[in-house]
């Protein structure tokens, strides 16, 4: 080690989760063993070719290209939604299937699928999943509510953790109702009195919670041993997983899961001030959870799935003054830690193009939607790498031809100078798989850089 | 008094706007004036909304304040306000999809654009939007959907609709984030409506409204 990690500036620090992304180590801390010597040179070209359309320092080899589905993988494979959120391994074979069939340049894992025991034991209600509000072959969405109510907003700001564990835990999660019992953590103080504080953790129904937590974590546990094997074995392969960990803008996080869409907005009205120090409050909470993963984890690349700041959502005025500022924070905050922000901008991004280049040239990867990539690319191109926009429309019920034409004609558009990875452009679960292998095919057909 | 009325709801003063009703309901005004100042105000939310100045806040915003006037000056009513409608639209999201802000919004803009709605909600079966078409007879059916998933729902709800005999009863139009003239075609819907506008102009071409 040359230099402490504090020490290094935010380029460097960007290279080195690069580094440790590049060369990656088995669980036991010794270098991967690849499968064979092919495999590893394309695990590390790919890496390469996403690093330098990230980055626009230089142009990659050609084009990289990014399918990132939803839960196609499982759909593909022949299993239900349902058995790929509860049968571990075979919703890793079936995400094994669709890395080797398509062979993308990179992939996210395969924890979206989710553990559907997991969310069972904590009878987990901001979601329905199948067999629990939807059908066996439909994904998991969300059920919105005010899981904080309108009046707690100085609880959060006071005391964000103390609120998730407290307050909003208690209500998302069915088994952890009890929870709110818990005691003030900051009042163990000292000797006096210190045991007054841990009468909770006495009463059966706390136990009965601790107790569902304790199972909730050992099914956690297994399932992810098995999202990472199937990682690790991909890697073995020569694919990369592309996510080093996931955070949220700010007003997402409140809009999202907290107050929801309907609270969210009449909080714009009824009482701005609030929402934003509330936002601000989350801010550092935001970064922290992303820069703890990218560095557990070795890699760079951090997505935020953006919501409720797209075209028609908030006024220009509004999301400059409550969706873009903290966003940028967060970002800003990753970027000092060597992290790129991954942004995913599904509907449209249009109106908001101007605003969110205030960022430094070749730290973001930003994913769009039905944002014109045309110009995206005028106004973003000399700043960030674009990331789409292969229509799920197109995908779904189009021809393999018309796919073709169409990523022929995104990639003269958008991919020039470097600074373009062709996918999608929001996640899918049911779309043909002949589009999906037409789509990376003209990817590389058209994405070499000469 | 009604002027200022219209005027503290359009702007989104909130408090101005309760304050206002409450002292036109305690003076004695004619509760349905009360509640035409409320539509016309919420007309010209959909007016400012349509011209890209409003956006969500606006639009949950009016709708609250319109809720909590209506409230207030319920129990001042006779019978139920009437309103000369110009054609009903049954909606509902289809079976497996769960989102509801785009249809929310489709909704808000029929209804001030002089519509008799009924909304099904989310995750609707098949057979209900059957069932709906029989029971309050409309003359346009939405479907909406965000998922990928929805594209199979909707189409099919378009063949139930067939099915059952209905199809040359009812126009029916689709919209949604992944919704395209393609998946119209797909479906068998008659249009797709990018927008929530898109949906008012195919509603009243095809009830013959101006």
């Known amino acids: 080690m040359a230099k402490e990690w504090a020490e290094l500036t935010s380029d460097e620090k960007q290279e080195a989760l690069f580094q440790r992304w590049i060369s990656p180590k088995d669980p036991g801390g010794n270098d991967l063993k690849f499968q064979n010597p092919e495999a590893e040179k394309s695990y590390k070209e790919r890496i390469n070719r996403i690093k330098d359309a990230i980055q626009l320092k230089k142009q990659p080899d050609r084009v990289p290209v990014l399918p990132l589905p939803s839960m196609f993988p499982a759909l593909y494979a022949g299993l239900t939604v349902e058995e790929a959120m509860y049968d571990y391994e075979k919703c890793s074979a079936a995400f094994r299937k669709f890395v080797l069939d398509f062979e993308p340049d990179g992939h996210m894992g395969s924890a979206q699928f989710g553990p559907g025991r997991f969310f069972e034991k904590l009878d987990y209600k901001l979601y329905s999943w199948p067999g629990h509000g939807v059908s066996t072959m439909h994904s998991y ?34 088994a952890l109702e009890p929870l709110q019992m818990l ?59 592309i996510l080093a960990g996931f955070t949220k803008a700010p007003f997402d996080t409140i809009g999202d899961t907290l107050r929801g869409t309907r609270g969210i907005m009449l909080d714009i009205y009824r009482q701005p001030d609030k929402l934003l120090e509330a936002m601000e409050a989350l801010t550092p909470l935001m970064i922290k959870m992303a820069v703890g993963a990218a560095q557990m984890n070795g890699k760079p690349i951090v997505f935020i799935p953006l919501h409720k700041g797209a075209d028609g959502f908030l006024s220009d005025e509004q999301f400059r003054r409550f969706y873009w500022p903290t966003l940028r924070e967060v970002m800003m905050g990753l970027i000092a830690e060597g992290c790129i922000p991954f942004p995913a901008a599904e509907g449209g991004y249009n109106s908001r193009l101007e605003v969110i280049k205030d960022l430094p040239k070749g730290k973001t990867l930003w994913m769009f939607d039905q944002t014109d990539m045309g110009t995206a690319k005028k106004i973003l191109g000399d700043t960030a790498c674009l990331l789409g926009n292969v229509p799920l429309d197109l995908l779904g019920v189009g021809t393999p031809q018309q796919v073709k034409e169409y990523v022929k004609k995104l990639i003269e558009t958008a991919s020039k100078r470097g600074g373009f990875i062709l996918g999608n452009g929001a996640f899918f679960d049911n779309v043909k798989a002949e589009n999906l292998k037409a789509m990376i095919e003209a990817g590389r057909e058209y994405g070499a850089y000469s | 008094m009604s002027k ?19 002292e036109m309901v305690e003076g004695g005004s004619d509760p349905m004036a009360i509640l035409d100042a409320a539509r016309e105000a919420m007309g010209i939310v959909g007016q400012r909304y349509e011209a890209g100045t409003y956006f969500l806040p606006e639009l949950i915003l009016s709708g609250v304040m319109l809720n909590q006037i209506a409230e207030m000056v319920k129990p001042k009513m006779a019978k139920g306000p009437e309103m000369k409608r110009h054609g009903k639209v049954l909606i509902g999201t289809v079976a497996g999809d769960i989102h509801d802000i785009g249809k929310d919004i489709v909704v808000f803009m029929l209804d001030v654009n002089g519509f008799e709605i009924l909304d099904l909600g989310i995750d609707v079966p098949v057979d209900k939007f059957v069932e709906a078409i029989k029971d309050f007879q409309p003359q346009v059916v939405g479907l909406s959907g965000f998922l990928t ?30 919704i395209s003239d393609e998946i119209k075609k797909y ?11 898109a949906g008012v102009s195919l509603a009243k071409e095809w009830v013959g409204a101006k």
Do not use: H
């Open chain 1, 183 to 241: 005691p003030f953590l900051p009042g163990i103080l000292e000797i006096y009195g210190v045991a007054f504080n841990f009468i909770p953790y006495g009463l059966p129904p706390v136990q009965s919670a601790l107790k569902a937590l304790m199972e909730a974590g050992q099914e956690a546990l297994a399932w992810a041993g098995a999202v990472g094997g199937i990682e690790g074995e991909l890697a073995t392969l020569g694919y990369p997983q």
């Open chain 2, 149 to 178: 998933l929805a594209f199979d729902s909707m189409k099919d709800t378009v063949e139930a609709i067939k099915k059952a005999g209905l199809r040359d009863k009812v126009k029916i139009m689709i919209g949604g984030g992944q």
């Open chain 2, 4 to 22: 200022e009325l219209v005027n503290a709801i359009s702007e989104m003063r909130e408090q101005e706007a309760l304050k206002l009703a409450k």
């Open chain 2, 187 to 197: 479906t068998g819907a008659d249009a797709y409506g990018k927008d929530a506008m």
């Open chain 1, 141 to 174: 969405q969300c059920n919105e509510g005010e899981y904080m109510k309108e009046d707690e907003y100085d609880a959060l700001i006071q005391d964000p953790s103390g609120f998730f564990s407290n307050v909003y835990l208690p209500r998302v999660f069915g």
